[in-house]
Nanobody
């Protein structure tokens, strides 16, 4: 079984930055794609960014392009999300996810086999 654990969330003022991390553990962890999703208060969970584990190709939601950067660390099975110029509308619970079978942009949540428990990001105005 694979476990994903997020960290790095918190409270930040608008215009500030945060870095989220996701640590993966498991006997045979070898995803095709890992991603970040977020769920704002009272709304559905939606796609933020994804990265192909082998090629490093990245995909972003339009709302975060140019502000967020997803990256991977193959050695530690880690996934990061650097978030800059944060706005109140970025407030959400952020989830790390891993897919064993999806390659490409993989923006749908149903593509993912494993999920973390989430970390709260709150951006004050």
């Amino acid at each position: 079984q694979v476990q994903l654990v997020e960290s790095g969330g918190g409270l930040v003022q608008a215009g500030g930055s945060l870095r989220l991390s996701c640590a993966a553990s498991g006997r045979t962890f070898g995803p095709l794609t890992m991603a970040w999703f977020r769920q704002p208060p009272g709304r559905d969970r939606n796609f933020v960014a994804a990265i192909n584990w082998l090629s490093g190709i990245t995909y972003y939601a339009d709302s975060v392009k140019g502000r967020f950067a997803i990256s991977r660390d193959n050695a530690r099975n880690g996934l990061d999300l650097k978030m800059n110029n944060l706005a109140p509308e970025d407030t959400a619970v952020y989830y790390c996810a891993a897919s064993r079978s999806c390659s490409g942009s993989c923006k749908g949540g149903t593509n993912y086999d494993y999920w973390g428990q989430g970390t709260q990001v709150t951006v004050s105005s």
